[in-house]
């Protein structure tokens, strides 16, 4: 139970108030207000250029923020200088010095902090263990890999016990498995020190994977947060809904809204769908977009079936665990399913007509407008 002793102990929470950050005329980041509990893993997702490494800066205090205010524990620190927030910090490339030993890497940051030589060496070695390269402490950084680098990187960014590690996508420049290898890895040792840390990310499948809960950013602006599974079954907004996962975009018009929702869409019959369906506040005769995922769709048993759309294959591709069906709706639009690789298809082929049936519980409707 050593774990839950040290989450107790060693995460800081973190409150970014009001955070903006203008670059002459570029807003950078504006207005973000993001709670961070102590011990929590929070990942900031978003495409390039949507203000995440610009948040991560400003926490770590690389960045001084044009308005709002950085707390640590409770304590303001937007005037900290870096040094003295005592946050670990692992960059996107591996930021280790090639003349110096591993475990001269690694005790850096407790040279700096005045630390004896024995002490150093004996913390560096611990550090080096945790991240499992124990005895890799005497070789050279060249003498690597890609990921025992960034390892090291991990351990050098430990070793003085802080009470947050940020991360900025740390995991980019190695490859998928190596990658998949680490996420595990430093969830494993988020969940053994029971530190706080922000991981930046524009991959959302690994934001989903690693994270608590999930900041997505759009434009500098915070879009969503909550949990991978809220994001994902829940986008609040059509950014999200298409920024997370694959989402298939149905246009729309709504007919009725009593008891149940009345939709029609580009072919077929009206569509009943539970009030819950609808995440904007949309109004009949009012134009939206049905938002379904490409794995809650299945073949219709038969071409009666409610909820069904009726479209032509253009293509199925196998995937493994899953058949990707692409087929085109009568107005010209795409439609995607994702079926378990070992479905029948009835002898579906690609040219053929086949009714797709979308469960009511997994429809979204959104307002159409700018994502
Ligand atoms: N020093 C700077 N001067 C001017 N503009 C900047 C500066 N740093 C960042 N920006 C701008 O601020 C915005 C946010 O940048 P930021 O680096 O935070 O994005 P990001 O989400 O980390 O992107 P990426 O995924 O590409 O790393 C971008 O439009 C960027 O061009
Ligand atoms: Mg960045």
């Excluded at 409770?74 to 003349?99: I, W």
Aim: glycine content about 8%; aromatic content about 6%; overall charge neutral.
């Amino acid at each position: 139970m050593r774990g839950s002793e040290a989450r107790s102990v060693s995460g800081a929470s973190i409150r970014i108030a009001g955070l903006a950050k203008q670059y002459g005329s570029v807003t950078a980041v504006d207005d973000v207000n993001i709670e961070i509990a102590s011990g929590e893993f929070l990942a900031l997702l978003g495409p390039s250029g949507s203000g995440k490494t610009t948040v991560l800066m400003s926490v770590a205090g690389f960045e001084y923020p044009s308005r709002g205010r950085i707390l640590v524990d409770g304590d303001d620190v937007t005037n900290t200088p870096v040094n003295r927030r005592n946050l670990g910090m692992v960059f996107q490339k591996y930021t280790l010095f090639p003349h110096m030993s591993v475990a001269d890497n690694v005790a850096f940051p407790l040279k700096m902090r005045g630390i004896a030589k024995a002490e150093r060496h004996a913390r560096a070695e611990a550090a080096l263990a945790t991240v499992r390269l124990a005895g890799y402490g005497a070789r050279m950084p060249s003498q690597l890999s890609g990921g025992q680098q960034q390892r090291v990187a991990l351990a050098r960014a430990i070793v003085y016990q802080p009470r947050v590690l940020l991360m900025d996508e740390p995991l980019s420049a190695l490859d998928k498995n190596l990658r998949e290898e680490m996420q595990l890895e430093i969830k494993r040792l988020h969940s053994e020190l029971g530190i706080t840390v922000v991981f930046v990310t524009h991959d959302q499948s690994e934001a989903l994977t690693m994270a608590d809960r999930v900041a997505v950013l759009k434009d500098g602006r915070l879009r969503q947060i909550g949990p991978a599974k809220e994001l994902y079954e829940r986008p609040a907004n059509l950014f999200t809904a298409g920024f997370i996962g694959e989402m298939n975009f149905l246009p729309f018009r709504m007919v009725s809204r009593a008891d149940t929702i009345v939709v029609e869409g580009a072919s077929g019959p009206a569509w009943q769908l539970p009030l819950e369906a609808a995440v904007d506040d949309l109004q009949p005769g009012q134009p939206g977009l049905l938002a379904i995922r490409p794995e809650r769709i299945a073949l219709a048993a038969s071409s009666g079936d409610e909820n069904t759309v009726r479209a032509e294959i253009k293509d199925i591709v196998y995937a493994g665990a899953a058949l990707l069906i692409i087929a085109r709706l009568p107005d010209g639009s795409e439609i995607r399913a994702r079926v378990p690789g070992a479905s029948d298809l009835r002898g579906l082929k690609v040219g053929d007509v086949a009714d797709l049936h979308c469960p009511p519980e997994a429809v979204l409707l959104y307002a159409e407008g700018p994502r």
